[in-house]
Structure formats: C-alpha cells, structure tokens
C-alpha cells in the first residue's frame, strides 16, 4: 500500500510561486509514473502534470507549460511541481498520484490508483 501526502500548497498573490511536495510512504514509488491533477471549485478533475519513472519524460497541460515543472527525487521518495507566474485561474485543491503500471506518466486518472489528500492552492488577484 502507498501513502501519499501532499504539501507546499497556501495563499499567494498573481505572479507569485509555490513548490508541491508529494512525500510517498508504505512503498517505493520510484518504478511508477506520478501525476499532478487539480480540481477547481465545481468543476471537474483536469490533469496538470506527470512524469515517468526516471523523471526525464514529462508532460503537462498547455495552460502550465513553461510555468510549472514536475520533478522527483528517488532518494527522498517524493515528487515535486514548481509552480511560477501564478495566475487565478490556478486556484484549485492539487493532488498528486501514482500510475497502477510501472514505468510511463499518464494524462488520464483512471490509469493512476493512489493519491493523496489533496493541498489548497489559492491564488488572488
């Protein structure tokens, strides 16, 4: 079983920055593939970010490119997303998540079968 819980989320201002971290425990997540989604306030689930086992595969969401960046660190078991140039339309409660198969990221949720509780972003205007 893995344990994942994200943190790093909170307030920021438009323009600004904030680092998500996805510590995972129970397992080693350094085989799998690990995404980032987010869910804006009544609306769905929309993917933001994932990356492959090794970390040099990645992809993201047209609206967060060239502003975010997934990473991970094998070492320290955790997954990160740099978030720069803020904007409110980011706001949303982010979540990170483990793929069922090893190897590949994903764009889709239903290939990924662990997540965490999820970290509040709010970014004002």
């Known amino acids: 079983q893995v344990h994942l819980v994200e943190s790093g989320g909170g307030l920021v201002q438009a323009g600004g920055s904030l680092r998500l971290s996805c510590i995972a425990s129970?397992?080693?997540?350094?085989?799998?593939?690990m995404g980032w989604f987010r869910q804006a306030p009544g609306k769905d689930t929309e993917f933001v970010a994932t990356?492959?086992?090794?970390?040099?595969?990645?992809d993201y969401i047209d609206s967060v490119k060239g502003r975010f960046t997934i990473s991970r660190d094998h070492v320290k078991n955790t997954v990160y997303l740099q978030m720069n140039s803020l904007n409110p339309e980011d706001t949303a409660v982010y979540y990170c998540?483990?793929?069922?198969?090893?190897?590949?990221?994903?764009?889709?949720?239903?290939?990924?079968?662990?997540w965490g509780p999820g970290t509040q972003v709010t970014v004002s205007s």
């Open positions: 129970g397992q080693s997540v350094s085989y799998f593939g």
């Open positions: 990356t492959d086992w090794s970390g040099n595969s990645t």
């Open positions: 998540a483990r793929t069922k198969i090893p190897g590949s990221g994903s764009r889709w949720y239903y290939q990924y079968n662990f």
